[in-house]
């Protein structure tokens, strides 16, 4: 069926620590998994994404890696700061042939000075 | 500027009224959606239409009815509201695509059912 498993649910680190989010997506056709930062009162944005080509991609503090055998992909914060304050969401695709976009539950992630 | 608008952007109302939320995108995109946000954040998507066709129609109740003059709007109207209608509404809009694509959300439509 259609699902994506995120955990976890809140996480709590001090400023400059690493936090680390995972996904896991049921539909093995995925092939594109983007992840999402939602600010207290804000749109979901996008902040990295990952295909199926490639294992991680990177963009400066923030990581994304995936492994397709086992179905799961997971976001890695490093340095964090206070600003990386929010709700982060994954997603993955599912298959009938249009961008149908399955979130995860999302996880709140408090960074404190 | 803004890429996806939608407005309003706050809706008081009470049961049993209708009411609509309009969007409008200027990216140029093929494919628009509307997704329900509820209060623990759940990001559930309702509908999606790809120049003006309907193409993604999840459970959702019929009081929902989505409509897209044309690729760059599309409108949710909502009949008989309920209070379990209480929810933030996003639209959003991708290029069209049959293996996944960013989305892009508008900044949301809170509607408070009283």
């Known amino acids: 069926g259609e699902n994506v498993e995120q955990h976890p649910s809140t996480l709590s680190v001090q400023e400059g620590d690493s936090a680390v989010i995972k996904c896991t997506y049921s539909d093995s056709a995925s092939n594109y998994f983007p992840w999402y930062k939602q600010e207290l009162g804000k749109r979901p944005q996008l902040i990295i994404d990952?295909?199926?080509?490639?294992g991680e991609k990177k963009d400066q503090r923030i990581a994304v890696t995936l492994n397709k055998t086992a179905k799961h992909f997971s976001l890695h914060i490093t340095e964090t700061q206070p600003e990386d304050s929010a709700v982060y969401f994954c997603?993955?695709?599912?298959?009938?042939?249009?961008?149908?976009?399955?979130f995860g539950a999302g996880t709140r992630l408090a960074v404190h000075p | 500027d803004t890429a996806v608008s939608q407005t309003p952007k706050y809706l008081v109302t009470q049961m049993g009224n209708d009411k609509s939320i309009k969007c409008e995108q200027n990216l140029g995109h093929d494919t628009m959606y509307w997704y329900k946000q509820d209060s623990k954040k759940f990001l559930k998507i309702m509908f999606s239409?790809?120049?003006?066709?309907?193409?993604i129609n999840e459970t959702v109740p019929n009081r929902f009815s989505p409509k897209s003059p044309d690729k760059a709007h599309l409108n949710l109207h909502i009949n008989s509201l309920e209070l379990g209608d209480s929810a933030v509404y996003f639209c959003?809009?991708?290029?069209?695509?049959?293996?996944?694509?960013?989305?892009?959300f508008g900044e949301g439509s809170w509607l408070t059912v009283v």
């Open positions: 990952i295909r199926s080509n490639v």
């Open positions: 239409y790809n120049n003006k066709e309907l193409i």
């Open positions: 997603a993955a695709p599912f298959s009938g042939g249009y961008n149908k976009l399955i």
């Open positions: 959003a809009s991708s290029p069209y695509s049959v293996s996944g694509n960013t989305i892009y």
